[in-house]
Structures are given as structure tokens and as C-alpha cells.
């Protein structure tokens, strides 16, 4: 598979403060990359530096072939990018803004404003002045003006930061859509069941690059697979029964559960179900234990905290 963007050593400083350092990753054409990292990580500084806004301070990132330190103009021309605070004429309606940022590129501008005010659910407000928009409604109008020139490769900078439960929903919704036309996708988010609904790949970033995989893949490499039986009464003489059971690593209580590490989950999970039902046990269900993104993120923010310390 292709990449799309890549970053070679890619690093910003501001005086004695290190923003970014030695970013190296790859995002695949198609992708939607989420990147996640707490308030101060550099993500926005990243982000600056693969839209060409800004200079690397060493290092250098490509997107579709592009450098984005060399070749600003055409780089411009081939990505959309959406930032935290998109601003907008206030007293000019939401055709006449559009227009104005269209014509900056060789677009038909009047037909591709009027096909993304559709597009985005702004047809009927298009007359109307951005300055009477909610947020959610501005940050449609931002989307819009990201893709009038339909470009390739996306940055989107916490494109829900900030907006109520519904239109951050809208916002997501307009964004799978985009991945469905197979869009390549760079995305800052602070929302980690935004990262886990929308994402491909997760990167976790604190200046330097943490890890990048699958949100699957993470899960099994910081979790062990823990199954969980509901009885209708956990005896004595089941959890010591579980406990002596040869292949059964640790055995924690939580009311009517055991939570249950097993040596081999696939192997074992049937072996415990007998042993269980042999001594009495009633079962109510069998699961296994499913890790949400926000475990993932915050141990491995965690574990990066304790290696610099």
C-alpha cells in the first residue's frame, strides 16, 4: 500500500522548547490516521508543518509526493485543511465566503460552492451571514471550505472541539462519508471514541511518537485477554476451585463476576466454563473483558510519563 504522507525526522523547535521530535510515520492513501496526544503534545505544531504553514526546524515531511517545506503552492493545492478556530467573514453570507476562498484555486468556484452548501446542509442558509451561524453551523461552513477544491489529502484539527452532543455527531457523520470516497485522512482529536468510530490506525503523541497500530492491534499488546463469568452466586468453593485450576492466571472478584486471566483464552475458556459448572456454579454469561481506547491511551501516556521521569 502507498503511503500518502510520510515524516522523516520531522522536528520543530521554538527556542529552548521542543514542539515536535524526530516524527517518523506513514499514513496510507485511503487512511484515516487518528492522532492523539494530551493538550501541549505538539499536534497542532505537526499539523502546521504537513499543511506547510510552518518550517521543520530538522527533518522533513512529503504528502503525495510533495515536500511541504519546498513546494508550498502545490502542496496547497492538493490538501484541505480544517483548524481548531476556522474564521470567517462575519458580516458576508456563507456563498460569499466560500466564493472568496474558492477563487484562490483553478476551480469552476461558483458551481463547486454551490455543490458543497449542499452537500454539507447549508443550501437554504447560504444568504444568510456567518455571524448569525452556531458553532456547529460554522463548523460545517469550515468543512466545506476544506473540500470546495476536492482535494486529496485531509487535516483536520479537533473538528468536534467544542460543539454540542448534536453537531458533533453531524460532524463525525460528514467525516465517514469522506473516508468512505476514500480520502486520506490526518485526524487530531482530544475524543477517543471519536478516534476508536472514525480511525484506521491510532498514533499516540507527546513530542516524540509513543506507538502507531490498530486500535485491535493495541489492545492485545497492552491487555491480557481476561474473560468474565457472571454466576448467580460466587461460593468459596468455586473461587477456589477456579484458583487451583492449572491454567488460570489470576482470578479477581467483583460481586457476582470473576474476572478471569487465562494462559491460552481460546484454549481454556471452555475447560473453566466445565470446571465451573462441575462445582455448581449457576452461569449467567460468559465474556470476554473488551478495553476501551481510553484504557489504551491513558496507559500508554502513562508508561511514557514514567520513562522520562
Known amino acids: 500500500m502507498s503511503a500518502t504522507i510520510e515524516t522523516f525526522n520531522l522536528t520543530k523547535k521554538f527556542d529552548n522548547l521542543t514542539a515536535v521530535e524526530d516524527l517518523c510515520i506513514q499514513v496510507n492513501k485511503g487512511e484515516v490516521l487518528g492522532f492523539l496526544g494530551p493538550n501541549g503534545a505538539g499536534k497542532t505544531t505537526t499539523i502546521r508543518m504537513l499543511a506547510g504553514i510552518i518550517a521543520p526546524t530538522k527533518g522533513y515531511a512529503v504528502v503525495e509526493g510533495i515536500r511541504t ?7 496547497h493545492e492538493i490538501i484541505g485543511l480544517l483548524t481548531e478556530t476556522p474564521g470567517f467573514y462575519g458580516r458576508l453570507s456563507a456563498r460569499e465566503n466560500l466564493l472568496y476562498f474558492a477563487r484562490f484555486y483553478d476551480i469552476d468556484a461558483s458551481q463547486q460552492v454551490d455543490k458543497y452548501l449542499k452537500k454539507m446542509g447549508l443550501w437554504e442558509r447560504r444568504n444568510d451571514k456567518v455571524g448569525t451561524f452556531s458553532k456547529g453551523m460554522k463548523q460545517r461552513l469550515a468543512l ?7 482535494p486529496k489529502v485531509l487535516f483536520l484539527d479537533e473538528p468536534t472541539a467544542g460543539l454540542d452532543p448534536e453537531s458533533a455527531k453531524e460532524v463525525r457523520e460528514l467525516i ?46 497492552l491487555f491480557q485477554r481476561q474473560v468474565i463469568v457472571e454466576l ?9 476451585a477456579v484458583n487451583g485450576l492449572d491454567f488460570v492466571l489470576s482470578v479477581t472478584k467483583d460481586g457476582r463476576r470473576l474476572i478471569i486471566e487465562l494462559r491460552d483464552f481460546d484454549k481454556n475458556r471452555p475447560e473453566l466454563v466445565k470446571s465451573i459448572v462441575e462445582r455448581g456454579g449457576n452461569i449467567m454469561s460468559v465474556f470476554e473483558k473488551r478495553h476501551s ?11 511514557e510519563q514514567e520513562m522520562r521521569a
Open 69 to 75: 517545506d519546498e513546494e508550498i503552492e502545490r502542496l
Open 144 to 150: 466545506a471550505r476544506c473540500l470546495v477544491h476536492e
Open 176 to 221: 465517514m462519508k469522506l473516508r468512505e470516497e476514500g480520502r486520506t485522512i490526518f485526524l487530531s482529536t482530544h475524543n477517543l471514541d471519536e478516534a476508536e468510530l472514525l480511525c484506521d490506525r491510532i498514533a499516540v503523541f507527546k513530542t516524540k511518537l509513543v506507538v502507531i497500530d490498530t486500535p485491535q492491534n493495541l489492545k492485545q499488546r
Open 232 to 240: 448467580e452466586e460466587v461460593s468459596q468453593e468455586i473461587l477456589n
Open 293 to 303: 481506547l481510553e484504557e489504551i491511551y491513558l496507559t500508554l501516556v502513562k508508561e
